[in-house]
Nanobody, 117 residues
Framework: QVQLVESGGGLVQAGGSLRLSCGSSASIFSFHRMGWYRQRPGKERELVAAVTNGGVTNYADSVKGRFTISRDNAKNTVYLQMNSLKPEDTAVYYC???????????WGQGTQVTVSS
């Protein structure tokens, strides 16, 4: 059973930075794509950023230029560096991983990010 564990959330002032980490119990080489999603209060869960095992990234328009997703294969960890944070970035952030071969779809438990104005 694959486990994803997020860390790094917290309370930060607008304009500040946070780095989220997602550690995997399985080798992240096994995942074709990993990403970060968020669920803001009263909203549906949405994709923030994703990276394929080939290193291709994509971002939500709302975070382009401010957030960066990266992966450390040796540490089986994916990161989300969040800069210039805004109050509207306040959400629970979830790590996600996909393995297309075995139809594996995995989620972390989420980490709260709160940005104060």
């Amino acid at each position: 059973q694959v486990q994803l564990v997020e860390s790094g959330g917290g309370l930060v002032q607008a304009g500040g930075s946070l780095r989220l980490s997602c550690g995997s119990s399985a080798s992240i080489f096994s995942f074709h794509r990993m990403g970060w999603y968020r669920q803001r209060p009263g909203k549906e869960r949405e994709l923030v950023a994703a990276v394929t095992n080939g290193g291709v990234t994509n971002y939500a328009d709302s975070v382009k230029g401010r957030f960066t997703i990266s992966r450390d294969n040796a540490k089986n960890t994916v990161y989300l560096q969040m800069n210039s944070l805004k109050p509207e970035d306040t959400a629970v952030y979830y790590c996600h991983a996909e393995n297309y071969v075995v139809a594996g779809d995995y989620w972390g438990q989420g980490t709260q990010v709160t940005v104060s104005s």
